[in-house]
């Protein structure tokens, strides 16, 4: 999967617990994305980061916080999940921050429940 | 603000013929445009994409169509075959404040037997 791996790949959750979904790649690649799916709006980004530490908000960042300490991962928290947070995550990579012809590689995505 | 936007939620097509799937953006600082498709349970893979300096980008039996005085791209599947099934995500990408890609709202692909 062009190394790139999301954790946990399902998770159950109850309202206002704080959740953490993992995005580990190993392709060295300096920026990485979270968005979110969901019916009738496509992928949302939600935070992305251009480096370590470095990080910025996306178009629905709202309830979410990102953490960057190491090239290779990428974490998203929910600081108090909600329900309309139930959707599936999907990390993506890039080599550059300037989309060109092949856009971002994408992990397998994260289905998370909010109950 | 859907600043690209599938307007079909969903299409069927038989098997052998061609797949039309449409397209429309807002942002005029757009200058790259991709094809994702997406299998249940699997992350968005690339399919093609066209620079904005171009008309036509073909591959294989992928042809993706832009005409930027209308915003408006299309994919042609042709022929249409069983494993095309999927979800097709439109996305744009620019610089100045939109190089980040932004996604269409997807269109689900059935091909028929």
């Known amino acids: 999967d062009a190394g790139i791996t999301q954790s946990p790949r399902h998770k159950v959750t109850e309202t206002g617990t704080p959740v953490t979904l993992r995005c580990h790649q190993t392709?060295?690649?300096?920026?990485m994305y979270w968005y979110r799916q969901d019916p009738g709006h496509g992928l949302r980004l939600i935070h992305y980061s251009y480096g370590v530490k470095d990080t910025d908000k996306g178009e629905v960042s709202d309830g979410y916080s990102v953490s960057r300490s190491k090239t290779e991962d990428f974490l998203l928290t929910l600081e108090s999940a909600t329900s309309s947070q139930t959707s599936v995550y999907f990390c993506?990579?890039?080599?550059?921050?300037?989309?060109?012809?092949?856009?971002?590689?994408f992990g397998s995505g994260t289905r998370l429940t909010v109950v | 603000d859907q600043q690209v936007k599938q307007n079909s939620p969903s299409l069927s097509v038989q098997e052998g013929r061609i797949s039309i799937l449409n397209c429309d953006y807002t942002n005029s600082m757009f200058d790259y445009f991709l094809w994702y498709k997406k299998y249940p349970a699997e992350g968005p893979t690339f399919l093609i994409s066209?620079?904005?300096?171009?008309d036509k980008n073909e591959d294989g039996r992928f042809t993706v169509f832009l005409n930027k005085s209308a915003k408006h791209l299309s994919l042609h599947i042709v022929p249409s075959q069983p494993g095309d099934s999927a979800v097709y995500f439109c996305a744009a990408s620019g610089v100045q404040g939109a190089q980040k890609l932004v996604f269409g709202q997807g269109t689900r692909l059935t091909i028929n037997p």
């Open positions: 066209i620079s904005s300096i171009k």
């Open positions: 993506a990579i890039s080599e550059r921050g300037r989309v060109t012809n092949y856009g971002y590689t």
């Open positions: 392709e060295n690649h300096r920026y």
